[in-house]
């Protein structure tokens, strides 16, 4: 049983052992970063909302006042058409 692999066992099986390595830890890597990835397909698409939308929300919510509502209004109306 002593030359069982007859002098080792060459390029080709150097080659394939190499290949499966690679190949095992990418799919570690792969798996891992699956697993641990905060970011899900659908929960992370922000809404896209029009700016008038904000404008009125922050004017709703007291953030800005009437003069600069207005003038932000306008500003935006302009830039539209």
């Known amino acids: 049983m ?3 692999y007859h002098d080792g066992m060459g390029w080709g099986g150097w080659i394939v052992m190499t ?3 690679v190949a095992f830890w990418a799919l570690v890597v792969f798996a891992v970063l699956t ?3 905060t970011e899900r397909p659908g929960e ?3 809404d896209r909302r029009d700016p ?3 404008l009125d929300e922050r ?3 007291g953030e800005i006042d009437e003069d600069e509502y207005r003038a ?3 500003v ?3 830039s539209v058409h």
Do not use: C, H, N, Y
């Open 72 to 74: 932000r209004s306008s």
């Open 44 to 46: 992370s698409t922000p």
């Open 52 to 54: 008038m939308q904000i």
């Open 35 to 37: 697993l641990f990835r």
């Open 76 to 78: 935006l109306r302009a």
């Open 19 to 21: 290949l499966a390595m």
């Open 2 to 4: 002593m030359g069982w």
């Open 59 to 61: 004017f709703a919510r």
